[in-house]
Protein backbone atom coordinates (compact mmCIF):
# COMPACT_ATOMS: atom_id res chain seq x y z
CA UNK A 1 0.00 0.00 0.00
CA UNK A 2 1.23 3.47 -0.41
CA UNK A 3 2.62 4.83 2.64
CA UNK A 4 4.69 8.66 2.11
CA UNK A 5 7.07 9.49 5.20
CA UNK A 6 7.90 13.07 6.06
CA UNK A 7 10.69 13.70 8.13
CA UNK A 8 13.41 16.98 8.48
CA UNK A 9 10.91 19.43 11.04
CA UNK A 10 12.06 21.02 13.68
CA UNK A 11 11.99 24.39 15.52
CA UNK A 12 14.10 27.49 14.34
CA UNK A 13 14.04 30.82 14.44
CA UNK A 14 13.14 33.94 12.03
CA UNK A 15 14.99 33.83 9.10
CA UNK A 16 16.23 29.74 9.04
CA UNK A 17 16.12 26.82 6.73
CA UNK A 18 14.96 23.58 7.13
CA UNK A 19 14.87 20.92 4.42
CA UNK A 20 11.69 18.45 4.72
CA UNK A 21 12.13 14.88 3.12
CA UNK A 22 9.10 12.88 2.11
CA UNK A 23 9.81 9.18 1.29
CA UNK A 24 6.80 7.65 -0.96
CA UNK A 25 6.57 3.78 -1.09
CA UNK A 26 4.24 1.72 -2.89
CA UNK A 27 4.02 3.72 -5.94
CA UNK A 28 5.74 4.43 -8.88
CA UNK A 29 7.53 7.54 -7.76
CA UNK A 30 9.09 8.91 -10.72
CA UNK A 31 5.42 8.92 -12.90
CA UNK A 32 3.88 10.67 -10.09
CA UNK A 33 3.49 14.48 -9.64
CA UNK A 34 4.65 15.11 -5.67
CA UNK A 35 3.69 18.24 -3.80
CA UNK A 36 4.08 19.47 0.07
CA UNK A 37 0.68 21.00 1.62
CA UNK A 38 0.68 22.46 5.34
CA UNK A 39 -1.61 22.85 7.85
CA UNK A 40 -1.63 25.36 10.75
CA UNK A 41 -3.49 25.02 13.77
CA UNK A 42 -7.39 25.80 13.75
CA UNK A 43 -6.98 26.36 9.55
CA UNK A 44 -7.32 24.02 6.53
CA UNK A 45 -4.40 22.51 4.76
CA UNK A 46 -3.39 24.25 2.14
CA UNK A 47 -1.09 23.84 -0.68
CA UNK A 48 2.45 24.91 -0.72
CA UNK A 49 4.36 23.74 -3.59
CA UNK A 50 4.33 20.97 -6.86
CA UNK A 51 6.51 19.15 -8.79
CA UNK A 52 5.81 17.49 -11.89
CA UNK A 53 7.39 13.84 -12.98
CA UNK A 54 9.46 16.36 -15.58
CA UNK A 55 10.77 18.19 -12.49
CA UNK A 56 8.37 21.44 -13.38
CA UNK A 57 7.54 23.15 -10.14
CA UNK A 58 5.08 26.04 -8.65
CA UNK A 59 4.61 27.05 -5.22
CA UNK A 60 1.82 29.24 -3.59
CA UNK A 61 2.11 32.57 -3.30
CA UNK A 62 3.12 32.80 0.00
CA UNK A 63 6.32 30.54 -0.11
CA UNK A 64 7.44 31.99 -3.79
CA UNK A 65 10.87 33.25 -3.81
CA UNK A 66 11.75 31.11 -0.31
CA UNK A 67 10.86 27.52 -0.72
CA UNK A 68 12.20 24.90 -3.19
CA UNK A 69 10.56 21.75 -4.22
CA UNK A 70 13.20 19.05 -5.78
CA UNK A 71 12.70 15.02 -6.11
CA UNK A 72 15.58 12.20 -6.47
CA UNK A 73 13.54 9.44 -8.17
CA UNK A 74 16.25 7.08 -7.43
CA UNK A 75 15.32 7.73 -3.66
CA UNK A 76 11.53 7.91 -3.81
CA UNK A 77 11.89 11.06 -2.05
CA UNK A 78 10.56 14.42 -2.56
CA UNK A 79 12.16 17.21 -0.83
CA UNK A 80 11.29 21.05 0.60
CA UNK A 81 14.14 23.39 1.13
CA UNK A 82 12.46 26.19 3.39
CA UNK A 83 14.58 29.16 3.53
CA UNK A 84 13.63 32.77 5.57
CA UNK A 85 11.46 31.12 7.21
CA UNK A 86 8.68 33.48 8.74
CA UNK A 87 6.37 32.71 12.01
CA UNK A 88 3.29 32.15 9.81
CA UNK A 89 5.07 28.91 8.48
CA UNK A 90 4.30 27.21 11.65
CA UNK A 91 2.39 23.79 10.31
CA UNK A 92 2.52 20.80 10.15
CA UNK A 93 4.09 19.22 6.74
CA UNK A 94 2.65 16.80 4.58
CA UNK A 95 3.84 15.80 1.00
CA UNK A 96 1.53 13.56 -1.39
CA UNK A 97 -0.05 13.67 -5.01
CA UNK A 98 -1.76 16.76 -6.02
CA UNK A 99 -5.22 17.04 -4.85
CA UNK A 100 -4.26 14.71 -2.32
CA UNK A 101 -5.62 11.55 -3.11
CA UNK A 102 -3.09 9.27 -1.26
CA UNK A 103 -3.05 8.03 2.30
CA UNK A 104 -1.84 11.08 4.61
CA UNK A 105 1.11 10.56 6.60
CA UNK A 106 2.11 11.45 10.02
CA UNK A 107 3.72 15.04 8.65
CA UNK A 108 6.54 16.80 10.11
CA UNK A 109 6.18 19.63 12.38
CA UNK A 110 7.56 23.32 11.39
CA UNK A 111 7.70 25.26 14.26
CA UNK A 112 9.39 29.56 13.61
CA UNK A 113 9.81 31.78 16.20
CA UNK A 114 10.14 35.46 16.38
Known amino acids: QVQLAESGGGSVQAGGSLRLSCLAS????????MAWYRQAPGRQREFVAR???????NYGDSVKGRFAISRDDAKNTVYLQMNSLKPEDTAVYYC????????WGQGTQVTVSS
Open 26 to 33: GIIFRLNA
Open 96 to 103: NIPGGSFP
Open 51 to 57: ISSGGYT
